[in-house]
């Protein structure tokens, strides 16, 4: 059976953690501290604080931005539904707008038409590991005084290129950049999260607020030789990541080229591979792109069938998932407004698939699910091929 996705962890993580334990240090500590340095130097961010998850990365960066009561904060429908349920935490109004024609990213156009006197805030994602149109959001954020947030829970070590220079997502192109480090995603610490940020007075803010807005972190307290108090000046929360994690995190880091370097790989070797499959049309990536393939994302013509295809693929051990979720199709989102055509949403979502990609597939393993896929797909389609199918990458 072939997984959708495969976190790669090793010994080497595993000792990390068994250090963490026996260090006798668990809590938020010197492996957080360590690992967000690491994590600001991979990135080229001026700061990076980490946190429990990506949701409540996401939350922090709203409060942040000063997000509250009655704010509208332009966003997709076509994502992760914890991007919402943080800008509603906040008791502000998330406003669906389309994902653009043959992508899955925020169309920025759409963004521009979207924007009303109560609009504060642009959270953008960057979808399945591929970077949005950063340069015509951070155009729009700026003509109009709004704050750019960055959804990068699925875009690590994807990569950018900002007025001619390769750029890694996270260097704080907007105000505040979101990771998540949930085993789904490209590295793992189990749970976790990062906030990058090109201000210093509010990475201050989500150190504060992530422990209790508590004055004194556990460590100066530890480390300090008078008695120190703390005090309390903002209500806060329990937002912080553990040392174990951290440590994972830190080994997670070193391995990040390489995994990135494989998956890209991967994609090639997909896209070759499947090239001559009739009625799918595989990912496009811009030129001033290079994602991270957290998903490989194949879409199928309007006539086949999502759910029968992705079922005669499991049936010969090839795991797939349906497009990335509308959140405005949800129960949990009835309450809010429907503004906007969210054509192009639906549409990626009931007609695309996902295959697998990790970093320790086997070739073999790319090839099964390459020919997987062919086969279905040309028994779907009544075009008739003469030519042999090309079952391995040129070699
Ligand atoms: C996974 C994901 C999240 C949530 O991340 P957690 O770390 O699980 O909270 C948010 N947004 C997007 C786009 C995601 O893919």
Redesign the pocket.
């Given at each position: 059976m072939i997984p959708i996705a495969k976190p790669m962890l090793g010994e080497e993580e595993a000792a990390a953690a068994h250090a963490a334990v026996l260090s006798g240090w668990v809590s938020q500590g010197p492996q957080v501290a360590a690992f967000e340095a690491d994590f600001a130097a991979f990135v080229d961010a001026p700061h990076a604080c980490a946190v429990s998850?990506?949701?409540?990365a996401?939350h922090l960066a709203l409060l942040g931005m000063g997000i509250g009561e009655g704010d509208e904060v332009i966003t997709v429908s076509h994502?992760?539904i914890?991007?919402a349920n943080a800008i509603r935490q906040c008791g502000a109004v998330p406003i669906f707008v389309d994902i653009e024609a043959g992508g899955y990213n925020i169309d920025p156009e759409r963004v521009v038409q979207a924007i009303t006197p109560k609009t504060r805030a642009i959270l953008c994602?960057h979808?399945i590991g591929m970077p949005c149109d950063l340069t015509a959001l951070q155009m729009i954020a700026q003509k109009r005084g709004l704050a750019l947030i960055e959804?990068a829970?699925?875009a690590v070590g994807s990569e950018i290129r900002m007025m001619g220079d390769w750029q890694r997502i996270g260097r704080a192109h907007g105000d505040v950049v979101c990771f998540?480090?949930?085993p789904?995603?490209v590295i793992t610490t189990g749970?976790?999260?990062m906030l990058t940020t090109r201000h210093a007075a509010l990475d201050a803010k989500f150190r504060l607020w992530r422990q209790h807005g508590m004055s004194v972190s556990d460590t100066q307290r530890h480390a300090a030789s008078d008695v120190v108090f703390e005090d309390y000046p903002v209500p806060g929360y329990n937002y912080r990541m553990t040392d174990i994690q951290a440590a994972v995190g830190r080994v997670q880091l070193t391995r990040l080229p390489e995994i990135v370097a494989r998956r890209r790989a991967i994609g090639d070797d997909y896209r070759e591979l499947l090239a001559e499959v009739p009625g799918i049309t595989l990912p496009q990536e811009p030129v001033w792109a290079k994602s991270n393939w957290q998903s490989f994302a194949v879409t199928l013509d309007a006539e086949v069938d999502q759910r029968d295809l992705m079922q005669t693929l499991l049936d010969e051990g090839v795991t797939t998932r349906r497009g990335v979720m509308c959140m405005h199709l949800e129960q949990a989102m009835r309450d809010v407004p429907r503004r906007h055509r969210l054509m192009q949403s639906e549409t990626a979502r009931d007609h695309t698939v996902l295959l697998p990609l990790y970093a320790q597939m086997t070739q073999s393993e790319v090839e099964q699910v390459a020919e997987s896929l062919g086969r279905a797909m040309r028994s779907r389609t009544r075009h008739i091929r003469t030519e042999p199918l090309r079952l391995s990458v040129a070699s």
């Open positions: 998850n990506c949701t409540t996401l994502s992760f914890a991007g994602v979808q959804d829970a699925c998540s480090f949930h789904r995603k749970e976790g999260g």
